[in-house]
């Protein structure tokens, strides 16, 4: 995930092009290999049990290797090795770079500096980053001053980001979205979560979009915004809030889910938090508010 927020730091201070960087991370794809890949490669799990740890993921929020840990399939040391084995994704994106003769590894490195010093990150944090911690790198792009809000919706933001990476596309990227209300979209599918911390929770999305994540999700190519297509979406954002419920379970704040509905041709206004969802096959908002009975939907 880092590799393609520190690409869209090197277009914005215009080190690359935008076709340029798009080449790179295209490039960069077929040499990324997934966790579950590599331990089938190495001959420590076969792939219905790599398949049984994918399952398990739609259910909690743990990492490929604690799963297969705790389900017998991994050791601690085994799950060490293959991390070992999975290079750092910036240097994936360092490597395109350099291949495609767009940057050289030195001005790359440079940038990372740059960036570094930029946004007040100690060495810890960077490393942590570049290293795959979603959760501080969400909270250096959420920006949000209220320390209440910045906890709630960087804990919803992280795991998100985790659930788009693990089910539906690993090229996704955040950012904050500046618009007052959202936009109005095609499609919105929205859930309520009720309790001790309330939280309205939407996906917006033109039709381009909504099709990628259904079509994924349903693991079928879909051509037209039909039932199967909306139950796909509706239970993802299902899917990623009962993880959520019991993340914040498991932190001591018990919460239910009202049902997902899906509203076409629709604008979502009140005090909203968005976020711009970008993905491989364009993007969608990801729209939220801790004062869901202030959200109106019209038609």
């Given amino acids: ?47 219905l049990q790599v398949e049984e740890v994918h399952e398990k993921q739609k259910q909690m929020d743990k990492r490929f290797g604690e799963i297969a840990v705790d389900l017998g399939y991994l050791t ?22 350099v291949d495609r003769e767009y940057m050289t590894i030195e001005q790359f490195g440079a940038a990372l500096r740059d960036y570094k010093i930029e946004n007040s990150l ?9 290293n795959g911690s979603i959760e501080l790198l969400v909270e250096n792009i959420l ?26 596309d690993d090229q996704v990227y955040f950012e904050i979205d500046t618009l007052e209300n959202p936009q109005s979209e095609n499609w919105v599918v929205r859930q309520v979560i009720v309790g001790e911390a309330p939280l ?8 381009e979009a909504f099709l990628h994540i259904a079509s994924i999700y349903a693991e079928e190519e879909l051509t037209e915004v039909d039932d199967l297509a909306e139950d796909a979406v509706s239970e993802f954002l299902n ?3 009962g993880i959520y419920l019991v993340n914040m379970s498991n932190w001591g704040t018990e919460l239910t889910m009202n049902p997902q509905e899906v509203v076409k041709n ?17 993007s969608f908002q990801l729209i939220l508010s801790d004062k869901p009975e202030n959200i109106l939907i019209a038609q």
């Fill in 76 to 97: 601690n040391e085994q799950v060490e090795a293959l991390i070992s084995n999975q290079k750092q994704g910036h240097l994936f994106l360092a490597q395109a770079l």
């Fill in 122 to 130: 100690s060495d810890e944090q960077f490393d942590a980053i570049r």
């Fill in 266 to 282: 629709a604008t979502v206004s009140g005090d909203v938090f968005l976020v711009s969802v970008n993905t491989s096959k364009g």
């Fill in 239 to 241: 899917l990623h809030n």
């Fill in 1 to 47: 995930m880092f590799s393609k927020y520190f690409g869209h730091y090197l277009l914005n201070r215009e080190l690359l092009t935008r076709e340029q960087l798009m080449d790179a991370l295209e490039f960069q794809k077929s040499v990324h290999v997934k966790f579950g890949v590599i331990a089938v490669d190495e001959e420590y799990m076969t792939p």
């Fill in 200 to 207: 309205f929770t939407a996906i917006g999305a033109n039709e």
């Fill in 143 to 168: 920006g949000i001053e209220d320390e209440e809000k910045n906890s709630k919706y960087g804990q919803y933001l992280s795991l998100f980001a985790k659930n788009m990476i693990r089910f539906i």
